[in-house]
């Protein structure tokens, strides 16, 4: 019997703070492994990263080795990455390109969409074994592709993607539909972390401007602003100024909307400052967005949101282009994958500037990256201290204008965020969220 | 002239691990860079992610960062011990002034009682000035787990 019922789990929960427990308890992580991830649409990655028939990467999706492939009828396959036979991972390399996949154990093949494809020497199985059992790689029982992200749930219960999604969908339409071709390609590969941090941490993190004038402030030079994040080189595009003169806050950052929808999803808007405007290589970008667009390039061209958190695990950055893909892997202890985000027939300038910019800053040397992910380590190493039990979320607590969808909507550096989560996973965990 | 070279490539890793940055990134050329690639056997820093992709203008601000009062994840700050070895010129690609160094490198740092190793082939490419001195063209480090898990990094390889 699970230690936690739905009283216990409530009692976690305050209106302006969390229990330490929500962060520490290992039985609350295997909780939330059956009720949040297993209940969820899982971002797998992005159909670019297999490009041509038989291309193929692995990956690990909560505790799971998993195969993504493409067949060579064109169509996209999520496997678990398991032999049929006596478990063996079939394919090991990080990406590869295969006719069919052959398990090296005792040579079982399956071709790319992951059916069995046969035995060798099947004589000595008994009549009609192989070809009645079922042997094809196993798949998650729900999978789909929504613009070329890829998307499975573990649960065939779950709600269809476009409801989980919500009003969630403008925001993945709104990083493809800058692109002149509407397609965005992943051909840089990605970043690989593991840091030992609870996963809500870097959610709580994510749409959180309270901390970046005090953890980020190492990145800012004496007049407050930081190092150039985004644009070409000598422009001032993507400078973010996080500080005014003598290190006093920005008052600005108040009036940046941070806002949320059901299914403990959140967003905030796009930073004032996040990219310049002119100069030639905009000006082909409008030409060739104008071209594919017309009247409706002004629109499409527009950046609207900073980051947008698709609860419970990855994240679209729009001034960094790139997805985030948080992986839960114990209760102390997260893996997450960026993977930098081209928009396709965009400028190949403009391409260059943006993985220059995910380099710069969220690579493993990335001076934000690096500020955030030692904040979140000395969270999960504070918070076993004893004394407080609390883990507070109060700031402008009450302000957020809240709808009956489930939806909210806050200003600056209130926690609202971080509100809105955890009112979202106490609906999970107590198995009482909309549409699941 | 290996000897000069030598010389010029282990006072470079000794200045990284006394910390003196400023001195570290003089010896870069104006046009110069220092490149750790994402991915194994890169040809070009846009192929693929870079862990490091510095031109000269963002190694000052990596080194103003290091030196920044507000530097949290350098709280104490990491220690580091380079060990260069296998120094061989490159023969056939050193053309007028220009010289390619090979070696190889492992650089094991130290913080918050963890201590962590990675190792690499090194290139660089060094200009000898018309003062007799060497510049680096660019410095390119390829680590053997690039495209594996990271936690985070502050000091150059
Ligand atoms: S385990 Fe795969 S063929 Fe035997
Ligand atoms: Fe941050």
Not at chain 1, 29 to 58: A, C, M
Not at chain 2, 83 to 105: M, P, R, T, Y
Request: aromatic share 10%; net charge negative.
């Amino acid at each position: 019997m699970d230690s936690y019922d739905q009283v216990s789990l409530s009692s976690l929960i305050g209106p302006d703070r969390v229990h330490k427990d929500y962060y520490i308890d290992p039985e609350i992580f295997k909780l939330e492994i059956d009720r949040i991830f297993s209940k969820s649409w899982l971002l797998v990655g992005h159909e670019s990263q297999v490009p041509n028939p038989g291309d193929y990467v692995t990956l690990t999706l909560l505790d799971q080795p998993m195969l993504m492939s493409r067949h060579r009828d064109g169509s996209i396959h999520v496997m678990f990455n398991r032999c049929s036979h006596r478990g063996a991972r079939v394919c090991t390399k990080p990406s590869g390109k295969a006719l069919r996949f052959e398990c090296p154990y005792h040579g079982w093949a399956f071709h790319t969409n992951g059916n069995h494809a046969g035995v060798p020497y099947p004589e000595r199985y008994a009549d009609g074994f192989i070809k009645g059992g079922d042997f094809d790689l196993a798949r998650p029982p729900k999978q789909e592709l929504y613009r070329g992200f890829v998307f499975v749930a573990f649960d065939s219960e779950v709600c269809d993607l476009d409801s989980f999604l919500g009003p969630m969908r403008d925001h993945i339409d709104n990083m493809v539909d800058r692109s002149p071709l509407g397609e965005l390609e992943a051909p840089a590969g990605m970043f690989r972390y593991r840091f030992a941090a609870n996963w809500k941490i870097q959610l709580e993190n994510l749409n959180d401007l309270y901390h970046p004038m005090f953890t980020h402030a190492s990145t800012t030079a004496e007049d407050g602003t930081q190092f150039r994040r985004q644009g070409a080189e000598g422009d001032e595009a993507g400078k973010v100024k996080l500080l005014e003169k003598h290190s006093s806050l920005n008052m600005q950052w108040e009036e940046q909307v941070i806002a949320g929808h059901a299914h403990g999803h959140t967003y905030m808007q796009r930073f004032p400052m996040d990219r310049e405007n002119q100069g030639p290589v905009y000006e082909r970008y409008k030409r060739s967005m104008v071209d594919a667009y017309g009247g409706d390039a002004e629109a499409k061209m527009m950046v609207h949101h900073h980051n947008s958190i698709f609860f419970p695990h990855w994240s679209i950055q729009y001034m960094t282009q790139h997805i985030r893909i948080m992986n839960p892997i114990s209760v102390d202890c997260t893996e997450n994958i960026i993977i930098p985000l081209k928009l396709k027939g965009a400028p190949e300038e403009m391409w260059k500037s943006a993985l220059r910019s995910n380099n710069n800053s969220h690579s493993p040397s990335g001076m934000v990256m690096a500020d955030d992910m030692d904040a979140w380590v000395r969270c999960q190493e504070g918070m076993q201290a004893n004394g407080h039990d609390w883990i507070v979320f109060a700031r402008s607590v009450g302000e957020e204008s809240i709808d009956n969808e489930g939806s909210f909507e806050g200003l600056g550096t209130s926690e609202a965020n971080a509100r809105h989560q955890h009112k979202a996973w106490l609906h999970y965990m107590c198995g009482t969220v909309q549409g699941v | 002239m290996i000897r000069e070279i030598e010389a010029f490539i282990y006072r470079e890793a000794r200045l990284l691990d006394e910390r003196r940055f400023e001195e570290w990134i003089e010896l870069f050329a104006p046009e110069g860079y220092y490149w750790v690639p994402g991915a194994p056997d890169q040809e070009d820093p846009y192929q693929s992610v870079s862990i490091f992709f510095d031109d000269l203008p963002l190694l000052k601000t990596r080194i103003q960062r290091i030196r920044h009062p507000k530097i949290h994840s350098q709280e104490p700050p990491t220690r580091t011990c380079h060990l260069v070895s296998n120094i061989e010129l490159a023969k056939g690609e050193n053309i007028d002034d220009q010289i390619a160094v090979f070696s190889a490198q492992i650089m094991t740092e130290f913080r918050l009682d963890k201590q962590r190793s990675y190792s690499g082939r090194v290139r660089h490419l060094l200009r000898l000035t018309a003062e007799g001195n060497f510049e680096i063209l660019w410095k390119r480090v390829d680590l053997i787990n690039c495209d594996g898990l990271f936690e985070t990094l502050t000091i150059p390889f």
